[in-house]
């Protein structure tokens, strides 16, 4: 049953990565529009778009803290595997273990801040200076990027003591 649940969940899981990392890839594009229909309307129409640097600047946060969890599951981040290879097996998933707690709580902590300065922002009503929309949306952002960060993180916590027991049943 536990089996079940874990493989309902790893489909649920993946296919939320999907739509995050789909996102991602909308706002790279949008992002590249109007990055040309900018550079096009300074200097052929000498009409530049008011706020590009801006909205710009946001997006790009959204890029990156969208694609944290795709490239976790991705194993894309930059890990030291030729000294980690010469362990034994089992020090390599209690490292990896060790990692991804020590991760998750850093990231737990992440949440939880940018959490509260989208509150900070929501509640004084801080604008974007140059096209005078809240921030209080776009920090949570952050908030949503290192929430779903966690969440491959517990994942993998979840896997990697899957992976413990399963050794440690064969030792018996």
């Known amino acids: 049953m536990f089996a079940n649940i874990l493989k309902a969940l790893d489909i649920g899981f993946k296919n939320a990565l999907l739509v995050v990392h789909r996102t991602t890839w909308i706002m790279l594009v949008v992002l590249l529009i109007l990055g040309t229909a900018d550079v096009l309307g300074r200097y052929f129409l000498n009409r530049p778009i008011t706020g590009t640097h801006e909205i710009s600047s946001i997006f790009v946060v959204g890029i990156v803290v969208f694609s944290w969890a ?7 981040h930059i890990t030291i595997d030729f000294v980690v290879s010469r362990f034994p097996h089992l020090v390599q998933v209690i490292m990896e273990l060790i990692v991804s707690f020590i991760s998750l709580a850093v990231f737990s902590t992440i949440v939880w ?6 509150i900070r922002y929501w509640e004084t009503g801080y604008l974007v200076p140059t ?7 776009f ?18 916590i979840i896997h990697l003591f899957c992976e413990l027991s399963k050794k440690r049943g064969l030792r018996r």
């Open 70 to 76: 795709y490239v976790q599951s991705e194993k894309g």
């Open 139 to 156: 920090q949570l952002l952050v908030t949503f990027g290192a929430f779903i960060l966690c969440l491959e993180y517990i994942y993998e």
């Open 131 to 137: 096209i005078q929309i809240p921030l209080a949306p």
């Open 113 to 118: 801040q940018s959490a509260k300065i989208a």
